[in-house]
């Protein structure tokens, strides 16, 4: 079980490394993340530079995809070349965006008909896309999910390993990079996140 994590120029490192981090810590049950970039080297927006795992024709193979947000995802939404290679499918998939990254699944038109979860700074994109913006740090509805804010990336991979090896396997990774003597209420705050922005059709 494999995850794209996509991430492009002009990323935010909270975005793309957090998820991934945790979701690696389940390697061992066969769920592994990986940083997928449109080149082999991406630069964060505090300009740190890194080698990509995969690239971005990965997104069509993995089981789940994360798109990361950054101060470029603007650019990224409006580069018709990239956005063509981003080939996704929520019949299939796992997808989930992190604060702009709502941006990209608005392009790729799988917001229709959904609320989203973005940052303060791309609601007014987000909302220009006739995409409602929810005051909530997480939303799912099916295969589809969105968060909001830096630190709520914890949330969308709680969503992705819940989904893909229970929530057990989630509750285990979460205490483990819990706060010292938080570990409960961490645990317990992530779960609420997840299950409470959990929209579960009629």
């Known amino acids: ?14 975005d793309s490394f957090i998820a991934s981090a945790l979701i690696n810590r389940c390697r061992k049950d066969g ?19 890194v080698t990509g795992q995969r690239p971005l024709e990965f997104v069509a193979d993995a089981e789940v995809v994360l798109i990361g947000g950054g101060v470029r995802t603007r650019d990224v939404v409006a580069d018709d070349q990239l956005i063509s290679r981003l ?38 994109f987000v909302e220009a896309c006739d995409i409602t913006v929810l005051d909530a740090p997480f939303h799912a509805e099916g295969n589809i999910a969105t968060a909001g804010g830096c630190l709520a990336s914890q949330y969308l991979a709680t969503w992705v390993i819940t989904r893909m090896l229970g929530e057990a396997a989630a509750r285990d990774v979460i205490g483990y990079v819990a706060p010292v003597g938080e570990n409960q209420e961490t645990i317990e705050r992530a779960m609420r996140a997840v299950h409470t922005g959990a929209f579960a059709p009629c």
């Open 31 to 49: 769920l592994e993340a990986f940083i997928t970039t449109p080149t082999p080297v991406v630069t964060s927006m505090n300009g740190v530079e």
């Open 87 to 124: 080939p996704l499918d929520s019949s299939r998939q796992l997808i989930g965006a992190q604060c702009s990254g709502a941006l990209v699944l608005a392009r790729l038109g799988l917001l229709d008909g959904m609320p989203a979860c973005t940052d303060m700074k791309s609601r007014p």
């Open 1 to 14: 079980m494999q995850v794209a994590v996509v991430t492009y120029d002009g990323f935010n490192e909270l």
